[in-house]
T-cell receptor, first 114, second 115 residues
Framework: NAGVTQTPKFQVLKTGQSMTLQCAQD?????MSWYRQDPGMGLRLIHY???????DQGEVPNGYNVSRSTTEDFPLRLLSAAPSQTSVYFC?????????????FGPGTRLTVT | AQSVTQLDSHVSVSEGTPVLLRCNYS??????LFWYVQHPNKGLQLLLK??????LVKGINGFEAEFKKSETSFHLTKPSAHMSDAAEYFC?????????????FGKGTKLSVIP
C-alpha cells in the first residue's frame, strides 16, 4: 500500500491564482480530511469528508473548496490564492474499523503564495 | 467540545536523559488520545494511542504515555533520549463515540536533543 499520497510536494503561486492540491489513499478509508499547519498553531482542519459525495467544513474553510467523487481521492482547491494561505497542507485518512479512528497522514504540500 | 494543551512549546534534553512532554486535555466524555511525531519536513506519524483498554500505553521507539483521568493528563515519556528523537510532538484528542472522526490537535512541543 502507498498509504496517503499528496502532490505536488512544493508549489509557488502568485496572489489570485488558483490551483488544486491532490490527495489519494489506497486503504479504502471512508474518512478523509485536509489540514493546514502554521508555526505555533498545530494543525487546523480545513475540510473533511465521511464518504464519497459527502463533504463538510472544518475550522478554517474560507478560500478553499473540496469535492469527493470517489473513495480514493480528495482534492483541495484554492480558488484565488492569498499570501495568508502560505502554509504546509496535510491530507489524512481514517476508518471506523479500527475503533479508535486514528488518522494516517500524507507527506504534505508546502505552498508559498507571493 | 474538546481541547488540548501542550504545556511546553519547546523541551531540550541531553542525549541519554529522560524525556517528558506534557499534555492536558478537556473532553466531555472519555476520549481517545494520541501522540503523533513529526520529523523535520516530514508528515505526521502515529506514536501511540489510548483507547481505554489500559492506562499505560506503549508506543514505537521506546515512548510511552500514561492516561490519568483525575488529572486529565496524557504525558509522553521516554527513559533515555536519542538524537533521532529530535522532532515536534503533537498531543491529539478525539471525542468518544462512533462516527466521531474529528481530531483536535495541541499546538505541538518541539523536542531538541543535545549530544
Amino acid at each position: 500500500n502507498a498509504g496517503v499520497t499528496q502532490t505536488p510536494k512544493f508549489q509557488v503561486l502568485k496572489t489570485g491564482q488558483s490551483m488544486t492540491l491532490q490527495c489519494a489513499q489506497d486503504m479504502n478509508h471512508e474518512y478523509m480530511s485536509w489540514y493546514r499547519q502554521d508555526p505555533g498553531m498545530g494543525l487546523r482542519l480545513i475540510h473533511y469528508s465521511v464518504g464519497a459525495g459527502i463533504t463538510d467544513q472544518g475550522e478554517v474553510p474560507n478560500g478553499y473548496n473540496v469535492s469527493r467523487s470517489t473513495t480514493e481521492d480528495f482534492p483541495l482547491r484554492l480558488l484565488s490564492a492569498a499570501p495568508s494561505q502560505t502554509s504546509v497542507y496535510f491530507c489524512a485518512s481514517s476508518y471506523s474499523g479500527s475503533g479508535t479512528y486514528e488518522q494516517y497522514f500524507g507527506p504534505g504540500t508546502r505552498l508559498t503564495v507571493t | 467540545a474538546q481541547s488540548v494543551t501542550q504545556l511546553d512549546s519547546h523541551v531540550s534534553v541531553s542525549e541519554g536523559t529522560p524525556v517528558l512532554l506534557r499534555c492536558n486535555y478537556s473532553s466531555s466524555y472519555s476520549p481517545s488520545l494520541f501522540w503523533y511525531v513529526q520529523h523535520p519536513n516530514k508528515g505526521l506519524q502515529l506514536l501511540l494511542k489510548y483507547t481505554s483498554a489500559a492506562t499505560l500505553v506503549k508506543g514505537i521507539n521506546g515512548f510511552e504515555a500514561e492516561f490519568k483521568k483525575s488529572e486529565t493528563s496524557f504525558h509522553l515519556t521516554k527513559p533515555s533520549a536519542h538524537m533521532s528523537d529530535a522532532a515536534e510532538y503533537f498531543c491529539v484528542v478525539r471525542p468518544s463515540g462512533a462516527g466521531s472522526y474529528q481530531l483536535t490537535f495541541g499546538k505541538g512541543t518541539k523536542l531538541s536533543v543535545i549530544p
